[in-house]
């Protein structure tokens, strides 16, 4: 069963960061390519961020998100960031982690999600 905890949202100033936090288990972490998605009130939920397989050494990002947001891996840990800088109202969503990116579909199973409030 893949359980997917994530954490570390708040209420933040335009201008603010975050860092959010995923951990996953009951998977083989390591061998899952990995994305952030959030899902803003009234929109579909949308992948912002990826990261490969194993190393993590390849990250896509939303053009959105580009610039300002980084996605990493912990495979030891089971654990997948994401980090936000420059944050705008418009990244006011509630972030999930999930399998995502290179054609990956995502798990059935989502986490609660970490809600992120850009306001001032």
């Known amino acids: 069963q893949v359980q997917l905890v994530e954490s570390g949202g708040g209420l933040v100033q335009p201008g603010g960061s975050l860092r959010l936090s995923c951990v996953g288990s009951?998977?083989?972490?390591?061998?899952?390519?990995m994305g952030w998605y959030r899902q803003a009130p009234g929109k579909q939920r949308e992948l912002v961020a990826s990261v490969n397989k194993n190393s993590g050494i390849n990250r896509n990002y939303a053009d959105s998100v580009k610039g300002r947001f980084t996605i990493s891996r912990d495979n030891a840990k089971k654990m997948v960031y994401l980090q936000m800088n420059s944050l705008k109202p418009e990244d006011t969503a509630v972030y999930y982690c999930?399998?995502?990116?290179?054609?990956?579909?995502?798990?059935?199973?989502w986490g609660q999600g970490t809600q992120v409030t850009v306001s001032s």
């Open positions: 999930n399998r995502g990116g290179w054609g990956s579909s995502p798990f059935a199973s």
């Open positions: 009951g998977i083989i972490f390591n061998i899952y390519n």
